[in-house]
């Protein structure tokens, strides 16, 4: 039986993760980049996941288009400088309504205008580093109480000591 997530409002188990930063993997490309590439959305105060998948931000529950939500990163109410979480999402999901999704528009870069939406850490120009978001992610982002995915877990750990030991291997 799966011990119940220490933070009662996230359910791991069904994929709620309310006003966070999620991030799945993206199958082969996540493994080749020591786990650096993957897809991302962001949530809003009921869990709902929002991502930039074709044309407009497109909603998702307990999941992202490409999987599970396997990594995740809380936002704090406090450091909101404007409005709210779900306000931010909105005028950012606005914005975005007619915009596809490209190399240089992409999941990270909707993350960021929520982000800049909401002026979060009181910083409004996320969408100017928005490639960091990725980096963000792999230093700090959580992993669920209960892993949805071993495979995914299992695949990403070997893959990134492979590349981890080819780097060393060739110094």
């Known amino acids: ?5 220490p933070i009662s409002k996230f359910d791991s188990a069904n994929g709620i993760f ?5 991030w799945t993997w993206i199958a082969g490309c996540t493994q080749c980049t020591a786990g650096i590439v993957g897809h991302m959305g962001i949530t809003n105060s009921r869990g709902e996941v929002w991502e930039l998948i074709g044309v ?3 909603q998702n529950h307990g999941r992202l288009a490409f999987g599970p939500i396997v990594r ?7 450091l909101i400088g404007r409005g709210t979480c779900d306000e931010g999402i909105q005028r950012a999901i606005e914005k975005y309504r007619q915009q596809s999704c490209s190399p240089t528009n992409n999941c990270h870069c909707f993350v960021a205008c929520c982000l800049s939406e909401m002026r979060y850490l009181y910083f409004p120009f996320w969408g100017c ?3 960091l978001l990725a980096v963000m992610m792999w ?14 877990l299992l695949s990403t750990a ?3 000591a492979a590349v981890v030991a080819i780097i060393v291997l060739l110094r």
């Not at 309310?18 to 999620?22: G, L, Q, R, S, Y």
């Open 72 to 78: 995740y990163i809380p936002l704090s109410p406090k």
């Open 139 to 152: 230093i700090c982002g959580l992993f669920p109480c209960r892993w949805q995915s071993p495979a995914c």
């Open 18 to 22: 309310p006003e966070c930063i999620v």
């Open 158 to 160: 070997v893959a990134t």
């Open 56 to 58: 407009g931000a497109e």
């Open 129 to 131: 580093i928005w490639p």
């Open 1 to 5: 039986m799966d011990a119940p997530c």
